[in-house]
């Protein structure tokens, strides 16, 4: 079984560093995994394609060393066993509400005597049968992980019992549904999500856990770590395309190039 680069990490205590891909093109997974990143954040829950498309790709990603974090949609439990069964690590919960349902998901990611995840072996995270089901159960529990995202003011003031649940092993806020269900939309820097990060940094560290936080710039990321932030997603395949065509604008309209952009002039 593959291990999980991110786990082997956070057991040493060194940080971890995410980026997030939404293209549908293998080779962007296998570039991303070939050049080390720790993880890549498979998005299912506000992306269209299906778990058929997402097993090609971690099929790609599988070449180098990252891990496939998978998201699904909030409730979707079966969803999650398949994504670990096409070779997911690590799965992403969203909008978790309390306790009760972050236990909900923890059952789901992981065989008993931790969970109650369905055993099939014939799929690409054994791989295809070609372990014992006792060692391929024990070594899936031990090199699975699950994300569980704080998305609300009503689940921050639920954290410390969110992140005392067993099988949880990272926090991870959502800036961008939490400052829109803060009602500060898009302020993902004012003194509300500052003071999210520093109350999920606390109950993780009470309750012995890792916790995280995307990062829209360097300097974000530097102060994350320092409030002791060991996961950190920084950029997205979208956005670094959109940048680098914004760029090619900004270099080349000098020369007497024009272009007809449907988002306005480029800055």
């Given at each position: 079984?593959?291990?999980?680069?991110?786990?082997?990490?956070?057991?040493?205590?060194?940080?971890?560093?995410?980026?997030?891909l939404?293209?549908?093109?293998p080779?962007?997974?296998?570039l991303?995994s070939?050049?080390?990143?720790?993880?890549?954040?498979?998005?299912?829950?506000?992306h269209?394609?299906?778990?058929e498309?997402?097993?090609?790709?971690?099929?790609?990603?599988?070449?180098?060393?990252a891990?496939?974090i998978?998201?699904?949609?909030?409730?979707?439990?079966?969803r999650?066993?398949?994504?670990l069964?096409?070779?997911?690590?690590?799965?992403m919960?969203?909008?978790c509400?309390?306790?009760r349902?972050?236990?909900?998901?923890?059952?789901?990611?992981?065989?008993?005597p931790?969970?109650r995840r369905?055993?099939?072996?014939?799929?690409?995270?054994?791989?295809?049968?070609?372990?014992?089901?006792?060692?391929?159960?024990?070594e899936a529990?031990r090199?699975?992980?699950?994300?569980?995202?704080?998305?609300?003011?009503?689940?921050l003031e639920?954290?410390?019992e969110?992140?005392?649940?067993?099988?949880?092993?990272?926090?991870?806020?959502g800036?961008?549904?939490y400052?829109i269900?803060s009602?500060?939309?898009?302020?993902?820097?004012?003194?509300r999500?500052l003071?999210?990060?520093r109350?999920?940094?606390?109950?993780?560290?009470?309750?012995?856990?890792?916790?995280?936080?995307?990062?829209?710039?360097?300097?974000?990321?530097?102060e994350?770590?320092e409030?002791g932030?060991?996961?950190?997603?920084?950029?997205?395949?979208i956005?670094?395309?959109?940048?680098g065509?914004?760029?090619?604008q900004?270099?080349?309209g000098?020369?007497g190039f024009?272009?007809?952009?449907?988002?306005?002039?480029?800055?």
């Open positions: 079984m593959r291990p999980s680069r991110i786990k082997a990490k956070l057991e040493r205590d060194e940080p971890v560093l995410v980026t997030t939404h293209l549908v093109d080779s962007i997974f296998e991303a070939l050049m080390g990143f720790d993880g890549i954040w498979m998005d299912l829950e506000h269209a394609y299906s778990l498309t997402a097993a090609g790709l971690m099929r790609a990603a599988r070449v180098g060393s891990d496939i998978a998201r699904p949609a909030k409730g979707e439990f079966m999650m066993q398949r994504m069964e096409a070779g997911a690590q690590g799965i919960y969203p909008r509400d309390d306790a349902e972050a236990a909900e998901a923890a059952g789901w990611a992981r065989f008993a931790l969970g369905g055993c099939d072996g014939g799929n690409p995270d054994m791989p295809y049968l070609t372990m014992p089901i006792d060692q391929y159960v024990a529990n090199q699975t992980f699950l994300i569980v995202q704080i998305e609300s003011p009503e689940a639920r954290v410390d969110i992140a005392a649940v067993d099988g949880v092993d990272i926090l991870l806020l800036p961008g549904d400052s269900l009602g500060s939309p898009g302020r993902m820097d004012d003194q999500t003071d999210a990060k109350k999920i940094a606390e109950a993780a560290r009470r309750a012995g856990k890792n916790w995280g936080c995307p990062a829209g710039s360097v300097e974000q990321a530097r994350l770590l409030l932030a060991r996961l950190v997603c920084y950029q997205a395949d956005v670094m395309i959109k940048s065509l914004e760029q090619v900004r270099e080349m000098p020369l024009s272009f007809e952009n449907r988002f306005g002039p480029v800055k």
